[in-house]
């Protein structure tokens, strides 16, 4: 049974930076599209990128060259590097798994690409 579990969050000033981390079990990173989400109130959830088997990184423009998507295989952990962070990057934050694809993953990032989800960890940017 997979089971995917966040840390890291935070609340932080506007520019500053956080990494989370999502402790990831009962997939193979190797078959395995991961991901990143979050959702702010009353929004949608969005996707803020995710990484493919031969680790292919996507990530939308709003987070481009700011955020980081990592993953470190030996520890199952997927990371986000989260850096010049804004008030509007404030929201729960989620790691998805997906293996439907045997480690592609859906284009473009939805909640439908994924099967498996954390329960989310809080950022809160300030100014």
């Known amino acids: 049974q997979a089971q995917l579990v966040e840390s890291g969050g935070g609340s932080v000033q506007a520019g500053g930076s956080l990494r989370l981390s999502c402790s990831v079990s009962g997939y193979t990173f190797s078959r395995a599209c991961l991901g990143w989400f979050r959702q702010a109130p009353g929004k949608e959830r969005e996707g803020v990128g995710d990484?493919?088997?031969?680790?292919?990184?996507w990530y939308p423009d709003s987070v481009k060259g700011r955020f980081t998507i990592s993953q470190d295989v030996d520890k199952a952990i997927l990371y986000l590097e989260m850096n010049s962070l804004k008030p509007e990057d404030s929201g729960m934050y989620y790691c998805a798994a997906d293996s439907r694809l045997g480690g592609l993953c859906y284009a473009p990032q939805s909640t439908r690409g994924f099967t498996d989800w954390g329960q989310g960890t809080q950022v809160t940017v300030y100014t």
């Open positions: 990484i493919n088997r031969v680790s292919n990184i």
